[in-house]
Nanobody, 124 residues
Framework: QVQLVESGGGSVQAGGSLRLSCAAS????????MGWFRQAPGEEREFVAA????????YYADSVKGRFTISRDNAQNTAFLQMNSLKPEDTALYYC?????????????????WGPGTQVAVSS
């Protein structure tokens, strides 16, 4: 089992940047592919980005491709989401999630473990 805690959210103006972190407990972090999802008020939870166990493969939603970068440091048990060129439509509660699946997935149902989320607000 792994416990996840996100940090790094906040309020920023459009065009700004934030870096989210996801700290994982346990010594098996490298056994999990990681994903970032987000949920805006009144909306469904949506996929943002995913990274494989080793970090060698990444996958992005079209809406964030070229602006967001997912990465991980298995030695530090931490995953990251660097968000640049932020837009008001990026405003949401951001969650990190872990799955034991090989590769990665853009489906929330594939992820077994979730953090409580960190809020991101982008003003125009």
């Amino acid at each position: 089992q792994v416990q996840l805690v996100e940090s790094g959210g906040g309020s920023v103006q459009a065009g700004g940047s934030l870096r989210l972190s996801c700290a994982a407990s346990g010594r098996t972090f490298g056994s999990y592919a990681m994903g970032w999802f987000r949920q805006a008020p009144g909306e469904e939870r949506e996929f943002v980005a995913a990274i494989s166990r080793s970090g060698g493969s990444t996958y992005y939603a079209d809406s964030v491709k070229g602006r967001f970068t997912i990465s991980r440091d298995n030695a530090q048990n931490t995953a990251f989401l660097q968000m640049n060129s932020l837009k008001p439509e990026d405003t949401a509660l951001y969650y990190c999630a872990a799955t034991p699946l090989r590769g990665y997935s853009d489906s929330a149902g594939a992820y077994n473990y979730w953090g409580p989320g960190t809020q991101v607000a982008v003003s125009s």
